[in-house]
Every structure is written in C-alpha cells, then in structure tokens.
Nanobody, 119 residues
C-alpha cells in the first residue's frame, strides 16, 4: 500500500510558476513509476507527466511539454512537478499517482491539490 500526499497548489497569474510536491509513504517508493494527472471542471482526468523508477525516463503530454518538468527524489520519497509559463487552461485539480509499471497508468492516487491560473 502506498499513500500519496500532494502539496504546493495555489493561485498564480498566467505566465507564472508553481512547484507541486507529492510525498509517498512506504519503503518501496523507488519501485514505482510516478505520475501527475489533472482534472479540470467538467472534464476527464488526464495524464500530465510520468517518470520511471530511476528518473531517467519521463513522459509528458503534448499540452505541457516544454513547460512542465517532472522529477523525483527517491531518498526523500517525493516526486515533483515544476510548472512554468502557466496558462489559464492549466487550471485543474492535480493528482499524484503511483503505478507498478509503465503499463499500468495508476495503482494509487493522492487526494489532489488545486491549481488555479488567472488570466
């Protein structure tokens, strides 16, 4: 069992930056592919970025490529999402996920953190 707790959300103006953090419980954090999803009001939850167990492999959705950076610190059991050049359309609840492999999109979810980008 993995418990995930996100933090770092908030209100920011368009063009600004935020860094989200996700702290994971348990001693097997380094065995999980970690990810960030987001869900805007009235829309489906979609993947934003994922990162492999060592941090060497990453995936980004086209909508955030070049603006967001996912990273992880296995010693601190934490995954980060650095968001830059934020746009109003980035407004959503952001969820941290852990999965046992790249083939599984998610096995565990966090409770989410709200990001609001004002124009």
């Amino acid at each position: 069992q993995v418990q995930l707790v996100e933090s770092g959300g908030g209100l920011v103006q368009a063009g600004g930056s935020l860094r989200l953090s996700c702290a994971a419980s348990g001693r097997t954090f380094g065995n999980y592919v970690m990810g960030w999803f987001r869900q805007a009001p009235g829309k489906d939850r979609i993947v934003v970025a994922r990162i492999g167990v060592s941090g060497a492999t990453t995936y980004y959705s086209d909508s955030v490529k070049g603006r967001f950076t996912i990273s992880r610190d296995n010693a601190r059991n934490t995954v980060y999402l650095q968001m830059s050049s934020l746009k109003p359309e980035d407004t959503a609840v952001y969820y941290c996920t852990a999965s046992k492999s790249w083939a599984s999109l998610y096995d565990y979810w966090g409770q989410g953190t709200q990001v609001t980008v004002s124009s």
